[in-house]
């Protein structure tokens, strides 16, 4: 199948959680959503531009500013990413948004952005509402009668610890520590466990011993990366729920730390940095292959 000729993407990074954002409303030329493939080899780190997930910013509608499709590394679609939104905020600031608090539908609901800009107006860093965390089984979705205190083995290793929902499902894991966890081995089957239909991002955490929680992730669809903005909001929350950090959580990951807020819903504040722009010419995909 033949895509756009050109394609104007931009590649930024929230914490070493790293994406490229297509911004439609000013799309070079005209193009339909990528589908599965286009997406995976535009991710792709070796044959093609590299990221953790590519996002689609459309014109929003009903309220909205903005609307946001993510497609994960392996092109499927995932819910949402607190990480990417912010690197969406970004993109929106330098196609005109001039206000300081951005809304953006998602594909778990509508998200409210609150921008902090620098010194030329382009934004540094955003806190996102991420909306209720939830331990319900069927709203995570979980096939498990509760959500608290599951275990699982791989290899001779045996995992403890609690799922939670952040519009997309997470089994949070405690760890003696995180540095030594076998994440790149243990997460392709752990994100496989059966009793979450729609597979599960997996993460590995200990407490820092200052009130804060240190992580490492294996993400749904995309592998261990540097950092996942849903997945510190599930470990805070876990951890709170638990009794090992209050309400304000730092959570640490090997791209830099994340604020997490605990309330009625959810707050995740950190860093969102440009890397570069690029221009895609003459994508194509034929028979799969490109």
Not at 166 to 172: E, R, S
Request: aromatic share 6%; hydrophobic share 40%; proline share 5%.
């Amino acid at each position: 199948m033949l895509y756009a000729v050109k394609i104007r993407l931009a590649k930024l990074h929230a914490t070493g959680n790293d994406f490229l954002v297509w911004s439609l409303s000013t799309s070079m030329i005209e193009s339909p959503e990528p589908e599965t493939e286009m997406a995976r080899l535009l991710c792709d780190r070796h044959t093609g531009v590299g990221a953790d997930g590519l996002i689609l910013l459309h014109p929003g509608a009903d309220g909205a500013d903005a609307t946001m499709t993510l497609y994960n590394a392996d092109g499927h679609i995932a819910e949402m990413s607190g990480n990417g939104i912010r690197c969406l905020a970004w993109v929106a600031a330098r196609d005109g948004f001039e206000g300081d608090t951005l809304v953006v539908d998602t594909g778990a609901g509508r998200r409210v952005v609150d921008l902090e800009r620098g010194a030329d107006a382009s934004v540094i860093a955003a806190t996102v509402d991420m909306g209720p965390v939830t331990f319900t089984p069927a709203e995570i979705p979980l096939d498990a009668p509760s959500a608290f205190d599951l275990t699982t083995e791989y290899h001779g290793t045996e995992y403890r610890g609690d799922a939670a929902g952040m519009g997309n499902p997470h089994l949070v894991l405690f760890v003696d520590d995180p540095a030594d966890a076998r994440v790149a081995q243990h997460g392709p089957h752990l994100e496989h466990d059966p009793r979450f239909p729609r597979r599960t991002n997996v993460e590995f955490v200990a407490p820092d011993g200052n009130g804060g929680m240190r992580m490492r992730v294996w993400e749904r669809g995309v592998g261990e990366t540097r950092s996942c903005g849903t997945g510190a909001c599930a470990v805070a929350a876990v951890a709170n729920r638990r009794g090992l950090v209050g309400e304000r959580v730092t959570v640490h990951v090997p791209g830099g730390d994340l604020v997490v807020e605990l309330g009625d819903t959810v707050r995740l504040g950190g860093p969102v940095v440009h890397v570069f722009d690029v221009v895609v010419e003459d994508f194509a995909v034929i028979g799969g292959r490109r």
